[in-house]
């Protein structure tokens, strides 16, 4: 089995060395944001979607829009407005005079990398569409089912300031994503730096650096990251401790409406292989664990009405959850 990790580890160590490259074209455009940009590329890597949150003007879009342009795929932006209906994303059939036949018209949604902007400003038909995509990798127009492209990618943004005119996406359909990504704003130092460098409104060329196919040999690296017992176990009792919190010594039962779904189990275990392939590393250890789990687990833990009166959030649960579990 050592011997194992070692070569595991030596295929990663080989693997891995585009993802620097791919951070430094990244980062000649985006200033900071580090982790906002590595969970982008732990998504990619586990062919998983991802919501943004953030407030207006914190690099959602532009970071989404980059990555798709260092990538050597097709790229759709979709901007989600109230008036935004399921056929505007999926296609529909057309008429078609001559022969009196409809022939299909795909949507913007056949494509790899689809920026879901603001998706919640469109009404639950729209997300419900996007969704089911999103879950079947696949759409059916008319009678006819198309399956989407590979890789297919939602990269999603909400603002979560603003709430007037929008239509919050459920618990259930939030779910779908992978991952939430809570954006920041920047330090001092970084915002001095975004001033200098987007003073001129032009465009920084970045290159394309990587393939479709880069992306699917890479995923089958990370699917060979070692994954002990232990570590298993581990990941099994945070998530088991969102939904009897008791048998874990943790008083959160008042706190707690509703726990995280296995799905949750199946993601993390597969971010915290791509958290380790991104470190160069072809083995998984608690500080993976620790680093990502956040982002997996914060729209799956839904907190209660009193833990809101009290201003405990479902990430103020999280941590007290890691900080109470032994660590193997």
């Known amino acids: 089995m050592d011997y194992d990790i070692r070569a595991i580890n030596e295929k990663v160590k080989e693997e891995s060395v585009f993802v620097e490259v791919v951070f430094k074209e990244l980062e000649k455009v985006i200033v900071g944001q580090r982790h906002m940009l590595?969970?982008?590329f732990i998504g990619l890597l586990c062919n998983g979607h991802m919501l943004l949150e953030g407030v207006p003007g914190l690099a959602k879009t532009l970071s989404i829009k980059t990555l798709s342009r260092?990538?050597?795929?097709?790229?759709?932006?979709?901007?989600?407005?109230?008036?935004?209906?399921?056929?505007?994303?999926?296609?529909?059939?057309?008429?078609?005079?001559?022969?009196?036949?409809?022939?299909?018209?795909?949507?913007?949604?056949?494509?790899?990398?689809?920026?879901?902007d603001e998706i919640n400003r469109a009404p639950a038909k729209v997300q419900s569409a996007l969704l089911e995509a999103m879950q079947e990798r696949q759409v059916t127009i008319g009678n006819q089912t198309y399956p989407l492209e590979d890789p297919f990618l939602v990269l999603a943004t909400q603002n979560p300031i603003e709430q007037e005119g929008t239509y919050p996406l459920p618990e259930a359909q939030v779910?779908?994503?992978?991952?939430?990504?809570?954006?920041?704003?920047?330090?001092?130092?970084?915002?001095?730096?975004?001033?200098?460098?987007?003073?001129?409104?032009?465009?920084?060329?970045?290159?394309?650096?990587?393939?479709?196919?880069?992306?699917?040999?890479?995923?089958?690296?990370?699917?060979?990251?070692?994954?002990?017992?232990?570590?298993?176990?581990?990941?099994i009792d945070i998530v088991f401790a969102t939904r009897e919190p008791k048998k874990y010594g943790l008083d959160l039962d008042n706190l707690i409406e509703y726990g995280a779904s296995p799905r949750a189990t199946i993601y993390l275990t597969r971010a915290v292989k791509a958290h380790a392939f991104l470190q160069r590393r072809g083995y998984v250890t608690p500080e993976d664990i620790k680093s990502i789990g956040i982002d997996i687990l914060r729209h799956r833990v839904i907190a209660t009405y009193e833990a809101e009166a009290e201003n405990i959030t479902s990430e103020n649960i999280i941590q007290q959850i890691f900080d109470t579990i032994e660590v193997p």
């Open 70 to 116: 260092i990538i050597k795929a097709q790229f759709q932006r979709i901007q989600f407005t109230p008036d935004l209906l399921p056929a505007d994303l999926i296609g529909t059939m057309i008429y078609h005079q001559k022969d009196g036949s409809f022939i299909p018209k795909k949507g913007p949604i056949f494509t790899n990398i689809v920026l879901a």
């Open 175 to 235: 779910d779908r994503f992978m991952l939430k990504i809570h954006i920041t704003y920047p330090d001092k130092k970084e915002e001095r730096l975004i001033m200098d460098r987007m003073m001129n409104e032009e465009q920084i060329p970045v290159s394309q650096v990587i393939s479709p196919e880069d992306i699917v040999r890479a995923r089958s690296v990370v699917n060979e990251v070692y994954v002990d017992d232990k570590i298993k176990d581990y990941i």
């Open 38 to 40: 590595e969970r982008l």
